[in-house]
C-alpha cells in the first residue's frame, strides 16, 4: 500500500517518550555490511519480500536506481536526475515508480519497466497521493481530490472515479485491486477497477484518520489525529466488516505489525515522525539500535516478520540502507557509500507486501 503526501503542511506534534526500560538491550556494536554483487531480477509475478530499490546520489545531482536484494546483493538499474525519489514498487520488484520535482507545482512520474529495461514519464500538477495500482498509476490531486487512474506510459487519463465528499489522500493495497481513501464520513473502501464505494469506515470517536498500509491479509491501518496533536494513535480496520481497534497507545505516529516487537514510529516535538519505537506494557519505548545512537532522521521503508528495514538519513551516521532483525537484534548494513558508488543512499522503498 503506498501514499506519497507531496504538498500537505505538517502539523507541529509532541511528546514525552518512555525511555528504554533499564537494561534493555537490542544489540551491540557496529552493524555487519554484506558485499555487494551484481544479482539478477528476482522472479516476475510474486511477491519478492525483503527486496527494496533505492536512489543512490545526492539530493542537488544525478544518481541512480538501484535494486537491493534481502542479502544485500546490488543491481544498478539506470540513471536518475537531481532529487529523484522512490514512490512505489509493484510487489514482485519488476515496476517502479519515481518522481521529480520541476517548477513547482508540476512534478515528473516515470515508470521503469525493469523487465523490459525500460522507463517513461509524465508532469502533473501538485498531488496528495501517488500509488501503484491495477491496470495503471493512481493520482489524488492537492486541493481537488479528484482522483484518476492514469496510463503508466503518458499519464493519459484511463477513468475519474466518482467524487466522494472530502476525498484526499489515499492508499493501494499491494495487490492493486482496492484503494482506501479519506473522506468526509472516515476511510471509504474502493474498487481500484471503478472507483465503486464498497464501504465507508466512520472515524474513531475524537479522531480523524487516514489509511496507511494492510496489517494482515484481511485488515489495514488507519494513522488517526485528534485534537491534541500530541496524540495520535494507529487503529486496525478490519476490511470486510468496518470493525476497528485500537493497536498502539497515543503518541505513536505510524505501526507495523511485526514480531516479536511491534515497531512504530513516534514523532519528536519537532514534529518530525521518525523515531523508530516499539509498544510493550509499559507504553512507547524507543528502540536504540545498535552502532547509532537514537536519531529522529530513521524511518522505515518497510517491514514483514521480525526484519526492519531503516533508511539512516539523519546527522549521526551516513545515509544508506540497513536491515534488523527484532528477534536475533543483528544489524546489517544493505547498501551505503561504497556499495556501487560512493555516493549515499536518498531514498528507498522495501517490498514487505502489506504497503
Not at 534488523?324 to 548494513?333: G, N
Request: aromatic share 6%; glycine share 12%.
Amino acid at each position: 500500500m503506498s501514499r506519497v503526501t507531496a504538498t500537505a503542511a505538517c502539523g507541529v506534534l509532541a511528546l514525552t517518550l518512555i525511555g528504554a526500560a533499564p537494561g534493555a538491550s537490542f544489540g551491540s556494536g557496529p552493524p555487519r555490511t554484506v558485499a555487494a554483487a551484481d544479482i539478477p531480477l528476482p522472479p516476475a509475478g510474486r511477491a519478492n519480500i525483503g527486496y527494496s530499490v533505492v536512489t543512490q546520489g545526492s539530493y542537488d545531482a544525478a544518481g541512480q536506481l538501484v535494486l537491493v536484494a534481502p542479502d544485500g546483493g546490488h543491481r544498478a538499474l539506470g540513471a536518475t536526475r537531481a532529487n529523484e525519489q522512490v514512490l512505489d514498487t509493484s510487489t514482485d520488484a519488476r515496476t517502479v515508480l519515481t518522481v521529480t520535482p520541476l517548477t513547482y507545482p508540476r512534478q515528473s512520474i516515470t515508470t521503469w519497466n525493469l523487465g523490459a529495461g525500460t522507463k517513461t514519464s509524465f508532469a502533473i500538477g501538485a498531488t496528495t497521493s501517488i500509488a501503484l495500482v491495477s491496470g495503471g498509476i493512481l493520482t489524488v490531486d492537492y486541493g481537488t481530490g479528484t482522483t484518476r487512474v492514469r496510463s503508466t506510459t503518458n499519464g493519459a487519463v484511463i477513468r475519474t472515479y466518482p467524487t466522494v465528499a472530502g476525498q484526499a489522500e489515499a492508499a493501494v493495497t499491494p495487490d492493486g485491486s482496492t484503494v482506501l481513501q479519506r473522506v468526509t464520513a472516515g476511510t471509504a473502501v474502493r474498487s481500484a477497477a471503478t472507483g465503486a464505494v464498497t464501504r465507508t469506515v466512520a472515524d474513531p470517536a475524537g479522531h480523524w484518520c487516514f489509511p496507511r498500509r494492510l496489517w494482515d491479509s484481511t485488515s489495514a491501518v488507519l494513522s488517526c489525529e485528534s485534537t491534541d496533536p500530541a496524540l495520535p494513535r494507529q487503529y486496525r480496520v478490519v476490511l470486510s466488516t468496518g470493525a476497528t481497534s485500537a493497536v498502539t497507545p497515543a503518541g505513536a505516529s505510524a505501526v507495523w505489525n511485526t514480531t516479536p516487537l511491534r515497531v512504530v514510529s513516534i514523532p519528536e516535538a519537532t514534529g518530525i515522525p521518525n523515531y523508530v519505537g516499539y509498544v510493550d506494557a509499559g507504553g512507547l519505548r524507543g528502540l536504540n539500535l545498535p552502532g547509532e545512537p537514537d536519531d529522529p532522521h530513521h524511518r522505515l521503508t518497510g517491514a514483514r516478520g521480525s526484519s526492519i528495514y531503516v533508511f539512516w538519513n539523519g546527522e549521526t551516521g551516513t545515509p544508506s540502507l540497513r536491515r534488523y532483525d527484532l528477534s536475533t537484534k543483528a544489524l546489517t548494513s544493505l547498501i551505503g557509500p561504497g556499495s556501487l558508488s560512493p555516493a549515499p543512499i536518498t531514498s528507498g522503498r522495501t517490498i514487505d507486501a502489506l504497503s
